[in-house]
């Protein structure tokens, strides 16, 4: 193989993940072969069946394999088998670690409304039809990981369970300029959500990101918005918006509303990505924004787009090219044109499940590539 040879090293997870990476790995096995993207596609052990067999869900050999990898495929963490292990093992293997132990701190989650499935969400065509928006979530920072945090019991026997909410200015400052940067190459508009009204946190978040806006993106056009009227705004007009940049449980919870704009939560995918290091590199998970949904797992019925999807923008961002992407993306429209997984059903469509999914969007790829 080549000396541009890109690793890709495949996380499934629990649920449903298995079931969507599967169909993810199927579409860069279709590029490794039939338009010679060199891809190299390892399946470290991981998770409840690593800790099974290896005793634990996270083998030093598999954090190695993930760090040297360009690419790392994710499908979904959490449900009834991370349950049943242990808190520490948990901990562990858990996609936190993860993201922390890379540093992976800007979650970037593409929301575009598809000409295919635009009757497909629960919002009005005219409302929807257009949108294609970014949401930047800071995701190594803030409520998710702040100290002090737990549950305790005070001497009255009441308990008190505790979270914190802290940013440093750094943490604020690269994720925006993470931001500023995507908005420069799109249409030039940002939007950031706080909740500096109540949140000193918040308000250190806004000053923060205005002053990197004065100093050195000042041809962007920037504005703030409270995270409830953000909320509001995404299904009243979300045509409004380009990029936004928001915090760790802001965009946790912003991106799942926003997912209905593309009709359903298994449509959206993710990448999250570290600073670059001297050498140009740069840590990368691509994953699906949805988790393991135990309430459909193991029933062949998880709609794998959002996973497909997450490999596109692994294509676009890691290990293939910008063509590479676009096709990739076609074929997804295609695809949806002609069948349909149950979440996102139409009357005059076919329900495939999650492999007649990956077929379908496999059979567009091989027509619209003339193969
Ligand atoms: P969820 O995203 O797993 O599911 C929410 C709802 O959306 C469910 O009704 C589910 O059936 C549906 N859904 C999700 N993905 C779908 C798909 N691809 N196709 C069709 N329908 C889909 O959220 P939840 O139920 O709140 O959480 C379940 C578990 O996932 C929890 O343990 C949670 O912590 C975890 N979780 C993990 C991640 C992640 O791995 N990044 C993200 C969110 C939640």
Request: with cysteine.
């Amino acid at each position: 193989m080549s000396g541009n040879l890109r690793r890709v090293a495949v996380m499934p997870g629990t649920g449903i993940g298995p079931e969507v990476t599967a169909q993810a790995v199927r579409v860069l096995e279709w590029f490794a072969t039939r338009r010679t993207v060199p891809i190299d596609i390892a399946h470290p052990p991981s998770g409840p069946s690593a800790y099974a067999t290896l005793g634990t869900p996270m083998p030093d050999s598999t954090l190695e394999a993930l760090r040297n990898a360009d690419a790392i495929l994710f499908g979904a963490a959490g449900g009834p088998e991370i349950d049943a292990m242990p808190p520490a093992m948990r901990e562990a293997g858990g996609l936190r670690r993860l993201r922390k132990e890379f540093d992976m701190f800007a979650n970037l989650r593409p929301v575009v409304a598809r000409a295919a499935t635009i009757d497909s969400s629960t919002l009005k065509r005219e409302v929807i039809d257009g949108v294609d928006m970014i949401i930047v979530r800071e995701l190594t920072g803030g409520l998710y990981f702040g100290t002090p945090r737990g549950i305790e019991t005070l001497p009255d026997g009441r308990r008190r369970g505790i979270n914190t909410q802290v940013y440093t200015t750094d943490e604020v400052e690269r994720v925006a300029r993470v931001a500023f940067e995507l908005a420069r190459g799109r249409s030039g508009r940002l939007t950031s959500i706080d909740k500096a009204n109540v949140m000193e946190s918040g308000v250190m978040w806004r000053e923060e990101v205005e002053r990197l806006h004065r100093a050195e993106f000042s041809d962007i056009t920037l504005n703030h918005l409270y995270v409830d009227n953000a909320a509001m705004q995404i299904v009243r007009d979300p045509r409004q918006f380009d990029v936004i940049v928001t915090d760790n449980l802001f965009g946790d919870i912003l991106s799942d509303c926003a997912a209905m704009i593309t009709g359903s939560l298994g449509m959206l995918p993710s990448a999250s990505f570290s600073a670059r290091a001297a050498d140009g590199r740069r840590r990368a998970l691509f994953e699906p924004v949805h988790g393991s949904a135990p309430d459909i797992a193991g029933k062949g019925i998880a709609n794998p787009v959002g996973a497909i999807l997450s490999a596109g923008l692994a294509l676009r961002h890691a290990i293939g090219t910008a063509a590479d992407a676009d096709l990739l993306d076609r074929a997804v429209n295609d695809a949806l044109s002609r069948v349909r997984t149950a979440d996102i059903r139409q009357p005059d469509r076919t329900v495939v499940s999650t492999t007649g999914m990956g077929d379908a969007v496999l059979a567009a790829l091989d027509r619209l590539n003339g193969s």
